[in-house]
Every structure is written in structure tokens, then in C-alpha cells.
């Protein structure tokens, strides 16, 4: 059986793409977590991949570490993870790869954090243009869609690398027009996410400099 290391749930961003994929996938894998930002839990990571960030995959002797990483393998062994028309296949690879690499502005200034609820936080003009970026991608992907669902229709590995910005959105009442607003409530309405949120509430550590907004 594969197992998984992530991160805290309420906070590690990363942890949940992968994680989403693997549970979307329907195989059998287990959980390592390490709580980050305690005494020694690089040490922890580092015992799984010199990379020293989670999430880690280890498959047997294979170690794959790298959330689209991750979510690509896993694609290879479960067909479906990625849309099934090649069109729809190279923009959902097209508009991860822009959510794995950018968006820095947005990172920095809502920072994951499930359990945050009613935050607010000022707009600066690079977070603006990063919100308007994500709601102008989604509208894209979605004005393509015959009905309300995932980015290309069925949920697919696209869906799991904008989760945390779902939460993300969510937790800083971010305003977003109405199909990407209809688009985050179908995201938080997935069993898999109400999961993960659920798991999310239960944990006791609080990172602090991750506790944005008033």
C-alpha cells in the first residue's frame, strides 16, 4: 500500500492536492502526518524525501514528492484523473501548471487556512490581479462546460490543484463572479472536502504567522 505524507491539514496547502487526487483516484493508501512548525519536524520530513517539503509519496521503493508530481504518477496508474478529450487535457494541464508556479501574491496574503472563517484582508494591487486572474481562468474553463461541475466537466487533477484556493476564497470572503462563486460552492460541497475540512477543525496546532486577517 502507497502511504502519504502531508502537513497539517488546516494549513498545508500542498498536502490536500495530492491527497485529493489519491482519494478521487479510489486507491487504498495511508496517512503519515507531520505537524509543521514543531520541534524537529524537518527532521521527520527529511526521514521520507531530501526534498524536505510535504507532500511525499512512497510507492514501495519509489519516492515521489511534488504535489503535481504526485497527481501525475497517480494519473498514470488510474486513467480519468485528467480530462478525457486531448483539448480539454492540455488546458487542464496548462491552468495547474500556472497555479503550481504563480499566484505568489495570493499565497502570501491568504495563506490556507480551513478553519479561518469571516477573515478580511486588504487588496493589494498584486493580490487584485491575482483574484482576477484565478475568477477569468475558471470562467474560461467552466463557460465550456455543458452544466455546473469541475473546471472540464467531471472532477479531474485541475480541480485539486485549485482547492486551497476554494478555501482560500472562502475563509477571506473574496468576491468572485457568479459562475466562480457557484464553482466554489460546488468544490466545498465535495464529500472529499468536507473530509478534509472536518479533519482540518480537529487538529489542535496553530501556526501563527498563517492566522491572517481580521
Not at 50 to 78: C, F, N, Q
Not at 80 to 87: D, I, S
Request: net charge negative; hydrophobic share 45%.
Amino acid at each position: 500500500m502507497m502511504t502519504l505524507v502531508i502537513g497539517n491539514r488546516n494549513y498545508s496547502s500542498w498536502s490536500l492536492r495530492a491527497w485529493l487526487v489519491l482519494r478521487h483516484s479510489g486507491m487504498d493508501f495511508e496517512e503519515k502526518c507531520i505537524a509543521l512548525d514543531t520541534p524537529g519536524y524537518r527532521d521527520q520530513i527529511y526521514r521520507f524525501s531530501d526534498a524536505g517539503r510535504v507532500p511525499v509519496l512512497i510507492d514501495g521503493e519509489l519516492t515521489v514528492w511534488d504535489s503535481l508530481a504526485i497527481a501525475e504518477y497517480v494519473a498514470e496508474k488510474v486513467p480519468g484523473l485528467w480530462p478525457e478529450n486531448a483539448l480539454d487535457r492540455a488546458l487542464a494541464r496548462a491552468v495547474s501548471a500556472e497555479m503550481h508556479s504563480g499566484f505568489m501574491a495570493l499565497r502570501q496574503a491568504l495563506p490556507m487556512n480551513c478553519r479561518a472563517q469571516d477573515r478580511k484582508v486588504a487588496l493589494s494591487n498584486e493580490l487584485a490581479n491575482d483574484i482576477s486572474r484565478i475568477d477569468r481562468l475558471w470562467n474560461e474553463c467552466l463557460q465550456r462546460q455543458p452544466r455546473m461541475g469541475g473546471l472540464f466537466g467531471e472532477w479531474s487533477i485541475a480541480d485539486a490543484m485549485f482547492a486551497p484556493v476554494v478555501f482560500r476564497f472562502d475563509s477571506y470572503n473574496i468576491q468572485l463572479s457568479e459562475l466562480s462563486q457557484r464553482y466554489v460552492e460546488w468544490q466545498l460541497e465535495d464529500a472529499n472536502m468536507q473530509e478534509w475540512l472536518r479533519m482540518a477543525t480537529e487538529e489542535s496546532e496553530v501556526i501563527e504567522r498563517e492566522e491572517i486577517g481580521l
